[in-house]
């Protein structure tokens, strides 16, 4: 896969946590450098955190210092100070109960939010709606607590106000309200709620953009496109419509006719900076690196501080293999925090490639066990471990893993057993696979694995044993059905057994190239070559595997037709010279 694809997969991690105010292109891509949620959900920055890290945000508030408020107000400060956020909570909606002052119940609703307790949060929230009922940011804050309750008709109604009642911050609030329907994931309710605000229901471009961008985020493609389609009839130089419009056509695998789309707007003067990041990441994508990069540059020029352009940048320069320049960037990202959790594994890569093994390692067994990047980056740890020769450590790295993540213990196991095959270590693998059904009993997938893994040591006997487990448990596995056919069709002589068995597995899968090339050698094998070349011919014309082709050319040779036997061969020579069946094959008939 190009490197530069991945951006997507950063820029989805990015998003999650990141305001939806910065994701016009939400699900595809990400625009511009995303702010922590305190911003997006139109909180103040109110935080009570100890240290000597930032301090919760003071207001200026108009007060009666009675020495009642006093010692509420400051026993709630040195509260917050300490950690103790439910005391400071229950203080500060003490003091704000004591007089009418917005501005203190503004502050108490905004720290009881940082509580996560619904009951302190509705007080502080019903007190400041009291003292200021024309308080729009009541109404808006309200509005994850009642998607908590699944109070959806609420929702609307308090956006509805809030809007009303402060329409020069619409934008913000629509904002709040989406990133708060996407935290949610409900797609259907999320976007009927959309379409119930009394915006939406008179057609402003700000809340249809709004409802597109959900829809895009939900992955409702062809709604998003629909609603953005009408966006850009009316107004068909909107950046921010364009830039969506091209994402979704990327989506569509249409990337030529987005790169069209935005071509123009996006290399004028003045473009925006998410509509050029949009344009950069479409060229990288389709092939036109060395300009993605001029683009991606320019960004980084105007902002040094976008971790969405310095990560682009750092794919683009781990795609022409230049080590050095890729663990800039990345490095960057790690100092700026890495809010994706994907720089390390970058930085890994980064490292490997300047042969700075030690140090790749560090950090691919740094990506955070959250970070979409972790199951990949413990792959090219153990696979580096393994070419260093330190195979127990590799091992024993599996084993800690299963023991911290046993929710994904068999994945893991599964992941061994592959890597004990790639080494040489069947018995091994075997063995891993013999010990995970002992922890997990009845699982297909180790059935299976463990079944093939049995096969190329010769216990064909729990290849059998491990296969007909399967259909047991589920009797229309046409999987199972085609490797106990096959085998005993390529191991035994039981080939009207072997018949009935690959020819269920067609009924449950027609066409599949893997199981029509099992039922014409086993064709093959009942003296049938005229069925045996047509079914190989079929399995090929689908896919053109080495095996295929072995088994073909085969067919073809014991019927005299030499030439086109050897060009078969041939074919599977090209696609991979040392395949087992083929070197057999050739050896057996032509030497």
């Known amino acids: 896969m190009d490197l530069l694809q991945q951006l997507r997969g950063y820029c989805k991690q990015f998003a999650s946590s990141a305001t939806w105010l910065m994701i016009p292109i939400l699900l595809f891509g990400c625009a511009a450098t995303a702010q922590q949620s305190d911003e997006n959900n139109s909180l103040e920055a109110v935080e009570l955190i100890d240290g000597d890290t930032e301090k919760p945000a003071q207001t200026e508030m108009d007060l009666p210092l009675t020495p009642e408020l006093v010692y509420y107000i400051l026993t709630a400060e040195i509260a917050g100070q300490r950690g103790q956020l439910d005391i400071a909570v229950d203080l500060y909606n003490q003091a704000a109960e004591l007089t009418d002052s917005p501005e203190l119940a503004g502050r108490s609703a905004r720290i009881s939010t940082f509580s996560r307790d619904p009951q302190r949060i509705n007080r502080a929230l019903t007190r400041w709606q009291e003292v200021s009922p024309g308080e729009a940011e009541v109404y808006v804050m309200r509005v994850p607590f009642l998607l908590m309750e699944d109070n959806y008709p609420e929702v609307v109604k308090s956006m509805n106000r809030a809007l009303a009642l402060d329409p020069e911050n619409k934008e913000r609030y629509l904002e709040s309200l989406a990133a708060n329907l996407s935290e949610k994931g409900d797609p259907e309710r999320g976007l009927q709620t959309l379409l119930e605000l009394d915006l939406y229901q008179q057609d402003d471009p700000d809340a249809r953009f709004t409802y597109a961008r959900l829809a895009a985020y939900f992955q409702r493609f062809e709604v998003a496109e629909i609603a953005v389609d009408g966006l850009l009839k009316e107004y068909p130089r909107n950046e921010a419509y364009l830039g969506l419009k091209a ?131 413990q792959t090219r740890y153990i696979n580096l471990l393994a070419k260093q020769g330190d195979i127990d450590k590799a091992r024993q790295h599996l084993k800690l893993l299963r023991q911290e993540r046993p929710q994904q213990a068999i994945d893991f196991y599964l992941f061994e057993a592959a890597f004990l095959r790639d080494q040489g270590m069947p018995e091994e693998s075997f063995n891993v696979l013999s010990e995970a059904l002992i922890n997990h009993p009845g699982n297909i997938d180790l059935l299976y694995s463990r079944a093939m893994v049995a096969e190329s040591i010769d216990k064909l006997d729990v290849l059998e044993s491990d296969l007909r487990t399967i259909l047991k448990i589920d009797p229309n596995n046409s999987q199972a059905l085609n490797a106990l056919g096959y085998t005993l069709t390529d191991r035994t002589d039981r080939h009207d057994e072997a018949l009935e068995l690959i020819n269920k597995a067609l009924e449950l899968r027609p066409n599949d190239p893997y199981y029509l090339d099992s039922l014409g050698w086993v064709y093959y094998r009942l003296g049938d070559l005229e069925k045996a070349e047509y079914y190989l011919r079929e399995a090929v014309a689908i896919q053109a595997d080495v095996e295929f082709l072995a088994h073909l050319g085969e067919v073809l040779w014991v019927q005299n037709k030499k030439s086109e036997a050897r060009k078969h061969w041939g074919e599977a020579s090209k696609l991979d010279a040392d395949n087992k069946v083929l070197q057999e094959t050739l050896q057996r008939l032509t030497k």
């Not at 750092?314 to 700026?336: H, I, N, V, W, Y």
Request: glycine fraction near 8%.
């Open 247 to 377: 994402d979704l056509l990327q989506t569509f695998n249409k990337n030529e006719e987005a790169l069209k789309l935005i071509a123009k707007a996006a290399e004028q003067d003045g473009a925006s900076e998410s509509l050029r990041f949009t344009y950069g990441k479409l060229l990288g994508e389709s092939g036109q690196s060395d300009k993605a990069k001029r683009i991606f540059e320019e960004l980084h020029l105007e902002n040094p501080d976008n971790p969405d352009v310095i990560f682009a940048l750092g794919l683009l320069a781990l795609e022409r293999e230049d080590g050095p320049t890729a663990k800039t960037f990345f490095s960057q990202l790690l100092q700026m925090g890495d809010a994706g959790g994907q720089a390390s594994y970058f930085m890994g890569l980064a490292e490997e490639m300047n042969d700075n093994i030690d140090s790749a390692l560090v950090w691919f067994a740094s990506v955070p066990a959250d970070s979409q990047r972790f199951e990949m980056a």
